[in-house]
């Protein structure tokens, strides 16, 4: 039996616990070397779990591999709060969120309140907001040179439309057009969405200058 995975990730993934678990297409193939298309569907069961820091019990959709990973943590709550994004994706990225959020909330809140929680989960909260730090500080910088660069675009554009009006008012030699350096896209789908851009405002120039010699020729 031969087979592999299938991206992208189906919907019933956000509403459970899968743990990246994905439909697996493949051959099934026999003595006589004939392939037959199959899948392998993840072992999906229902269970109720307690969540001690939210103080919930919630019925969740969830693979058995999930399971024993959760055995393996000594806890749900563990398994929520210390497992890496990529494995949560949906109801596991909200619940992280929300026991994230009460831990922050609540301070006061110690691993002795709880039976089942690990100091880890503290810990956790404290390196992620620290690296959630880091990154509003690194969004910010960027943000804040971009509005600079922005502002130096303006000026030059400023200084260059002052020595044009020279230019026409006292004959002098027009200066040479202003050249600005353009950002490149860094991956391909941002220089997938930036041709799109493009081509649209290229259609809504095109349909606009249509438009004005439509009703020149009727002035006419």
Known sequence: IRGGDRMPRAGRMLRGLYHGKVIKYGNKISHSDKKTRRRWLP???????????????????????????????????????LTHPKYLEGL???????????????????P????????????YLQRFDALKAIEEARLQKKAESR?????EIEEKKLEYRRQC?????YGKPVPEPLKIPK??????????????????ERRQRNVE???????????H
């Not at 229902?46 to 919630?58: A, G, H, P, Q």
């Not at 002795?112 to 810990?123: G, I, R």
């Not at 200058?209 to 002035?219: A, D, E, P, V």
């Open 43 to 81: 072992n999906v069961v229902r269970k109720e779990y307690y969540s001690e820091i939210l103080d919930e019990t919630m019925n969740l959709r969830i693979v058995t591999n999930v399971m024993r990973t959760i055995d393996k943590y000594e806890g749900f709550d563990n398994y929520i709060v």
């Open 92 to 110: 596991g990225m909200n619940l992280k969120d929300r026991m994230l959020e009460k831990l922050r909330r609540e301070p006061e809140l110690t």
């Open 112 to 123: 002795s309140d709880f039976l089942n929680v690990s100091p880890k989960c503290w810990d």
């Open 147 to 151: 509005n600079q660069r922005a502002l």
């Open 165 to 169: 009006r020279e230019a026409t008012q």
């Open 183 to 200: 950002s490149k896209p860094k991956t391909a789908k941002l220089k997938c969405i930036q041709q799109r851009i493009e081509r649209r």
């Open 209 to 219: 200058r249509i438009n004005r010699l439509r009703h020149g020729s009727k002035s």
